[in-house]
């Protein structure tokens, strides 16, 4: 079998680092990317490819073109992701904390996934790691609102990447359940490595007919 070659945005810790992890486990090439040396360097250790890229950084993320042109990807991960201010009202953000969230979540894959399309296999697997936060349909909080808003905006821009891929890739965001991580904290339901294999597996078992689809980290289908 062909060797499979993975690219996952956002990959120094956490859930990235993670799908990096794993994924090399199971024999695939990964290229990888990291904002600083730290993260970079943790990625090499894995035996990946090591990219620097900040997604919230216009010249940063435009850069991405050149060091995979001529490869080809049959799963692409958008992970990079910040939470922002841990509000529980309606606690009107800071422009420097709505710029941080809003560009990095949401204008970050607007930059990277364009920059991707002569980059994937035919049938490639293209997925955004979004959150059940995002959706609107299930909401039963509105704690941490500005990043809610930013994954809500996330599964906007999913769904219009599929459109626009539709018969080439299969794109879906996928909710990696509360995890953990720097992110989810000490007091989440998951364990890393168990979200990420579900999410592997997730991947692994899509068919054309899912794309434009939003799905928990089990695979099963989430309401937008
Ligand atoms: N953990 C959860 O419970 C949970 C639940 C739902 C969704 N998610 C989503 O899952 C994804 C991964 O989260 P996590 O829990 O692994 O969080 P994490 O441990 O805080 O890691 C976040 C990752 O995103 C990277 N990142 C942040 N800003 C970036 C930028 N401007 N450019 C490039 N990379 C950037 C970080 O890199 P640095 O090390 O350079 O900061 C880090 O690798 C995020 O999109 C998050 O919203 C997580």
Known sequence: MDTMHILIIGASRGLGLEFVAQYRAAGAAVTATARDDAGLLRIQALGAKALRLDVADAVSASGLAWPIDGEVFDTVIVNAGVYGPRT?????????????????????????????????APGARVAVISSRMGAIGQRGSSSGWLYRASKAALNSV?????????GQAVCVALHPGWVRTDMGGAGADLAVPDAVADMRRTLAALTAADNGGFFNHDGQALAW
């Open 88 to 120: 529980s009202g309606l606690q009107t953000p800071s422009q420097s904390d709505f710029d941080a969230v809003m560009h990095t979540n949401v204008l970050g894959p607007m930059r990277v996934l364009p920059q991707l399309v002569e980059s994937l």
């Open 158 to 166: 999913l769904k219009d990447v599929s459109l626009v891929l539709a």
